[in-house]
């Protein structure tokens, strides 16, 4: 079983929609939470992050975290074409330096 | 504000031949400096982190290897290519002592062909 499962897609959805992705975590010493958004053949950029139970927002997304469920989960709002890209969950152990990540949902936005 | 650099941004190698990959970060001193292998339509798999000057920890047995000569500067290496080398090869860096959340923050990536 991987540490970080998170579903491949593609998840395709109509201009305007809320995106919804998600990830889940086998180790419960897991307690800091990333979330990444990668265009094709560019980088990964950071979007989200957060350390505790709860939803934290910005702008157009929502982070959310269930440490009970061992879920994280990244909500964007009112989504755009400029939104189509993969997206990376990234998961840290308390004061580690090395973080591990999940295999990336590709979205892709119609308009 | 921070920059990452890395060139080259593609790379077409023989096998067999050697491989010289480089990252420079700037406006920020003493950084944690990754190197990451992703390969197509895969998540990221880590290679080695620095914590400093001279300090290597490879996380995968490979033949590749890493080095970092300057504070800010970071190179990956070969000897010989293998096939299986092909991939995106993506730097990072992070705060070295700073939230221990250890945010990374990744380069532009080179994209490596082996034939």
């Known amino acids: 079983q991987k540490e970080v499962e998170q579903d491949p897609g593609p998840l395709s959805v109509p201009e305007g929609a809320i995106v919804s992705l998600n990830c889940t975590y086998s180790?419960?010493?897991?307690?800091?939470f990333m979330w990444y958004r990668q265009y094709s053949r560019k980088g990964p950029e950071l979007l989200m992050y957060?350390?505790?139970?709860g939803n934290k927002e910005d702008g157009r997304f929502t982070a959310q975290v269930d440490k009970s469920s061992k879920y994280i989960s990244l909500f964007i709002r009112d989504s755009q074409p400029s939104d189509s890209a993969t997206y990376l969950c990234?998961?840290?152990?308390?004061?580690?330096?090395?973080?591990?990540f999940g295999g990336g949902t590709r979205v892709l936005v119609k308009p | 504000s921070q920059t990452i650099h890395q060139w080259p941004a593609t790379l077409v190698q023989p096998v067999g031949s050697p491989l010289s990959l480089e990252c420079t970060v700037e406006?920020?001193?003493?950084?944690?400096l990754y190197w990451y292998r992703q390969a197509a339509g895969r998540g990221l798999q880590l290679l080695f982190y620095?914590?400093?000057?001279?300090?290597i920890s490879s996380e995968v047995p490979q033949n590749l290897s890493a080095s970092r000569p300057q504070d800010r500067q970071f190179i990956l290496s070969s000897k010989k290519l293998l096939l299986s080398d092909s991939g995106f090869y993506l730097c990072?860096?992070?705060?070295?002592?700073?939230?221990?959340?250890?945010?990374?923050?990744f380069g532009p990536g080179t994209r490596l062909t082996v034939l």
């Open positions: 990072a860096w992070s705060v070295l002592s700073g939230s221990p959340g250890n945010e990374q923050f």
């Open positions: 180790n419960s010493a897991f307690q800091y």
């Open positions: 957060t350390y505790s139970s």
């Open positions: 990234a998961i840290v152990q308390a004061a580690g330096n090395k973080l591990t």
């Open positions: 406006g920020t001193s003493n950084p944690n």
């Open positions: 620095s914590v400093g000057i001279g300090q």
